[in-house]
């Protein structure tokens, strides 16, 4: 998030940065060197062969997460973090779903008009003769954005994740 912050600031362009409130608690190892991250540039967390889960920002965890747990499945997940919307690194996802021939988006809108709807729009109209299944979308419900105690049945979790890349390796 630092790296793609300070890119953020130092762009010459007008940028609009969330962060997610839920990401304060997570802790990871972070250079002492300011590294700048190339706004508009995916990143593939984990290699794998059999699915591509496309996330972004919390859900990243929470499909690394899944994608742990289908390893002692058997199914090997490729897990790509977007880290922008727009500008969109389509050639990374595209390659990534041509490499594992299946494709799921987990994102934190409403399933119907949110931005993994467009990711998916992208993957079907320039991949398609890769695909082995239909494309998976794991999203919150449509319905108006629960009060707190009740976000962890709303937002897809690792759980959910884990449930539709079995669900898309088994068919």
């Known amino acids: 998030m630092r790296g793609l912050l300070f890119a953020s600031i130092y762009d010459d362009n007008p940028v609009i940065f969330f962060e997610h409130r839920t990401l304060y608690g997570i802790k990871e190892e972070v250079p002492d060197e300011l590294e700048l991250i190339e706004l508009g540039k995916a990143r593939v967390h984990r290699e794998g062969e059999d699915v591509t889960v496309v ?39 595209l390659a990534s779903v041509r490499k594992t021939g299946k494709a799921m988006v987990i994102y934190e809108d409403n399933r119907t008009y949110g931005a993994g709807a467009e990711v998916v729009a992208t993957i079907q109209e320039e991949s398609f003769f890769s695909l082995q299944a239909p494309i998976r979308r794991v999203a919150s419900p449509d319905v108006p954005y629960p009060v707190q105690m009740l976000e962890e049945h709303y937002i897809p979790n690792a759980e959910r994740v884990l449930q539709a890349i079995l669900a898309t390796t088994r068919d």
């Open 55 to 93: 996330a972004t920002g919390r859900l990243v965890h929470e499909a690394l997460r899944a994608a742990e747990e289908a390893e002692g499945e058997g199914v090997s997940v490729e897990v790509v973090d977007v880290r922008s919307i727009a500008p969109l690194d389509k050639e990374t996802i």
